[in-house]
Every structure is written in C-alpha cells, then in structure tokens.
C-alpha cells in the first residue's frame, strides 16, 4: 500500500526530519538550480525564467510508494512532457487516474482544483515542464489554430479547468532532446531555449487543435472500414521490423489494396509506407537516445538492411545525423 499524505503533512513530515537536503544555486540571470532531498524522495530541477514564457527540466525519484493530495489551487496553462520513468495522477472531478510516461505529454489548466500525485518507489522521473505567458496568447491575431480551451486567453479571459494528453512525436522527441543538451551559454543559451521551447509548444498545441476539428466525413469507409484499418495500422507497428507487403497487409485485415492505401491517405493523412516510416523513426530516436546501441544496430533494430540508408533517412526527417543523438536521454 501507498504512503497516503497531503501537502501540508509532506511539508511538516520533510521539515521535521533533520537529514533534509535542500540547496539553490542562481546559474545565471535567467537560470536556477535547486536540489533537495529528504527521507520520501530526492531531486533537482532546473528552471528558467525567460522573457515570454518559463521552463523546467525536472529530475525527481521517491524513496517509497505514496500518494501525496495538494491543497485547492489553481495554475496553468502548463505543458508537461514526460522523458523518463513512470508517474500517476489525478484530478478530483475532472480526470480518472491518469499514467504518465514517455511519449506522452499533456496541457492542463486548472482552477481551483484538487490533484493526487502517486509516485512509484525509486522509479527515477524526468520531465520537462514549460508555460507561456498569458501576454504572448494576447499577441496572437486570432484563436482558430489553437485548442479550443486555450481560445479565451487570446482576448484576456480565463481558461476553464481541463486536462489533455497528447503523443510526443519524432518532432517532438528531438526538440526535448535540444532543450535538455543546450550547448550554448548566456545569452545565446536564452534565445536557444525560447526558440525551443515555442516550437514544441506550437507542436503540441496544434496537434490538440487538430484533435478539436470535426472527424472528416470518411463516405467511402464503414464502420467495418475503419476498424480494419486501424488493425492494419496496428500490424505495421507491431511487426515494423519485417512489415508485410501492401498487398499481404491488405488481405490479411480483409481489404482489398486500393482500399487500403485510399484509407490511410483519408482516416491518418499518409501513406501505408509514411505511416511505417514515422514509427520507425520514433523508435530510432528512443532506442539512440538510451545510447546502447550503435548507428548501424539501430539501423539493423528497425529494419535497415544499411546503416548509410538509415542515416540519411533520419537526416531528411530531423535535420541532424543518427550518430549525433546517440546518448541523448
């Protein structure tokens, strides 16, 4: 069973205990670190104020199992994406309990709200944490690219209370990757970060948005259509390693292969083979990230018979060489 407290008894318990670590180092004019450990849990976290908005790089691991419940509060717009290790959460009367890992990430907003935070014991989280400053909504010249419950910020009013996952996307994953191994310094680490992090915002709201829009009106594909589809999706990421042909795909989910490949440019917006490569290269950049393998076995790992081939297709889709996002994580 969980250790099951509320804020104010984790604050009492953490300020009783006379081997509490706590430290905070200013960095820089925009940048402080601050570490802390006490007998439920250890961690640092980066955090950096900049001019339009604020970012945190979160390392945190709990000691043992518990539950902690906050005190009624609002905040946000925030966006989190998880990097590593597992967390749950809920908030009362608006989510069940939710999980939370890499290649999730999600954007509340809470108003006077209650959240339960379960924390594993000794699973080591990362996550990176950012919010924009409702200044920045006020400049935009209108709220239509934006999910809809972020609208009312665009013309100064509050956002409702709301909870939102998204996927983190290849896109995604390597612009995390850029803002946790920044390679510059001062002023030019400032700009950096807030070009970074506004690109993954843009990122993330409009995959929301799109979530928002109506489903498009599919005249050609039945109810029986789309399951099958979605199975044939299903089978490209689960066998991308030797995926079948067009052909063997289409009659092993019951459509015939002008079917198939008309539904996956209408229900997912690609092709059979961009649906295939997209996954691919999600995995690669996990699998270079954890830096156990080489440029040639991630090649080989996701189904490139050449490592030339498998570099130069992972260049036209991030803009950088597979070898310089090894150990990323």
């Not at 829009?213 to 109810?223: E, I, Q, T, V, Y």
Request: aromatic share 10%; hydrophobic share 40%.
């Amino acid at each position: 069973m969980p250790l099951i407290l509320s804020a104010q008894e984790w604050e009492e318990c953490s300020q009783a205990d006379s081997s509490v670590i706590e430290a905070v180092a200013q960095l820089d004019a925009f940048e402080a670190f601050q570490t802390r450990k006490t007998i439920f849990d250890q961690g640092c976290v980066r955090l950096f104020q900049l001019r339009d908005l604020w970012l945190e790089i979160e390392d945190y691991q709990a000691t043992e199992e518990m539950v902690i419940k906050s005190e009624p509060a609002s905040w946000g717009p925030i966006s989190s994406f998880f990097v590593a290790g597992t967390a749950k959460n809920c908030h009362v009367g608006l989510t069940q309990e939710i999980v939370e890992v890499p290649g999730h990430n999600y954007l509340e907003s809470i108003q006077s709200g209650v959240e339960w935070d379960h924390f594993l014991a000794k699973e080591p989280m990362r996550r990176v944490r950012f919010g924009l400053k409702p200044h920045l909504f006020s400049q935009l010249a209108e709220a239509s690219a934006l999910p809809l419950e972020l609208a009312p910020l665009v013309t100064g009013e509050l956002t409702p209370s709301f909870y939102r996952q998204g996927v983190t996307t290849p896109e995604m994953q390597l612009i995390l990757q850029q803002i946790l191994h920044c390679p510059y310094q001062g002023a030019i680490k400032q700009m950096y970060l807030e070009g970074k992090v506004l690109e993954l915002a843009a990122l993330q709201f409009m995959q929301l948005a799109i979530g928002d829009r109506p489903l498009p009106n599919h005249a050609n594909f039945n109810r029986d259509d789309l399951e099958r589809l979605h199975q044939a999706k299903a089978i490209l990421r689960e066998e991308f390693e030797h995926p079948p042909s067009i052909l063997s795909l289409a009659r092993r989910v019951g459509l015939n292969d002008f079917k198939l490949k008309q539904g996956f440019r209408q229900v997912f917006g690609t092709t059979v083979f961009g649906c295939l490569h997209d996954y691919r290269m999600e995995i690669a950049c996990q699998l270079l990230a954890e830096g156990q393998l080489s440029v040639q076995q991630v090649a080989r790992a996701i189904g490139y018979a050449h490592a030339g081939y498998f570099a130069k297709a992972f260049k036209q889709k991030f803009g950088m060489n597979p070898k310089a996002y090894i150990g990323r994580s």
